[in-house]
């Protein structure tokens, strides 16, 4: 039995994962009707697997936003595993594709989705991302998940830059009942400064933290994000302990040209994916780890907060795949 196998039958039959489950299968809707339909098709056209018939997966692969180097190694192993396992049906070849992206995405690698949260002391989160990728939103409803789990939150306003940035983080603030630390027109790293001396007062547990989205000028924002670090370092040793990068998965392989990019500016641990019930092409999760190598720690799957979740590659899997 394949892993894919294993992923329906624990998720049909475990009822505590059906929530969540159900969040994964509703948010890949269009990802899975696109990519498992064109599946479909061109196993309707060539019963035997051919040349062509690779040659066609390749295209669809590459369509779904899973990345040309990604799509070339994956094609490149199922190829050699159609040999080796002398499969000639295209049908037979179905849970080996599955498998083979849960393989590429896993890579023997220990996976970490879980946020790393401080043996004592405030866990300070930096959220980065360009303008419009949802990083307000994002740090709302994971200030609504820390909350209901328990935590003590606080919200810090270190998008200076973007007017509205604050009245929106605020907003969020009274959404969530965090108290947000903020300062018109102040110098980031001074609103950060307060806020991250708020924290260590007033025993926060986590600390969450909007940045500017400016990518543009990278050789101010490289500036200003070390300058934050340094802050952030000296009031907390080894803070912050996540630097989480928002993405908008509806933009596609720029997203990942985004990833490439602040992996230059700074030391980022995680990935959010946001609006990825947005898309159809749901294969962008598997081109981010395997042309970045950061691990993706939230998917957005809708509107609620409910809806973004910590992201599980087999429920992922599940979701985009069910139907084959």
């Given at each position: ?8 039958n624990l ?6 994962q059906q ?13 899975r009707k ?291």
């Amino acid at each position: 039995m394949g892993f894919f196998s294993k992923f329906k039958n624990l998720f049909t039959s475990d009822t505590k994962q059906q929530e969540e489950v159900e969040v994964y299968d509703k948010g890949l809707e269009k990802s899975r009707k696109e990519f498992v339909s064109k599946i479909s098709l061109l196993n309707a056209r060539y019963k035997k697997i051919s040349p062509e018939y690779f040659d066609e997966l390749e295209e669809i692969l590459i369509m779904a936003d899973i990345g040309v180097n990604t799509v070339m190694e994956f094609i490149d192993k199922l190829k050699k595993r159609v040999k080796r396992e002398n499969i000639e049906d295209s049908e037979d070849l179905k849970e080996v594709i599955v498998d083979e992206m849960f393989i590429i995405y896993v890579d023997n690698a220990i996976m970490v989705n879980k946020i790393q949260y401080a043996e004592e002391g405030p866990t300070v989160i930096l959220f980065v991302g360009v303008n419009g990728v949802g990083k307000t939103t994002t740090i709302g409803k994971i200030a609504a998940k820390l909350k209901k789990e328990g935590k003590s939150v606080l919200l810090v306003a270190g998008d200076t830059f973007r007017a509205g940035a604050v009245e929106q983080l605020c907003e969020w603030g009274t959404k969530t009942d965090c108290e947000v630390v903020y300062k018109e027109n102040a110098d980031p790293a001074s609103v950060i400064y307060d806020g991250i001396n708020k924290s260590l007062t007033e025993n926060y547990d986590v600390v969450l933290i909007d940045t500017a989205g400016r990518l543009q000028n990278k050789t101010n924002l490289m500036n200003e994000l070390e300058k934050i670090n340094k802050v952030i370092g000296k009031l907390i040793p080894n803070a912050p302990h996540e630097t989480l990068l928002v993405i908008d998965a509806t933009t596609g392989q720029n997203g990942i040209s985004q990833a490439k990019e602040f992996q230059k500016i700074t030391d980022i641990t995680g990935i959010v994916l946001t609006k990825l019930d947005g898309t159809a092409k749901g294969g962008i999760v598997l081109a981010i780890k395997s042309e970045v190598g950061i691990p993706v720690k939230y998917v957005g799957l809708g509107e609620t907060a409910n809806d973004l979740q910590v992201f599980d590659i087999e429920k992922y899997i599940y979701g985009l795949f069910k139907d084959m």
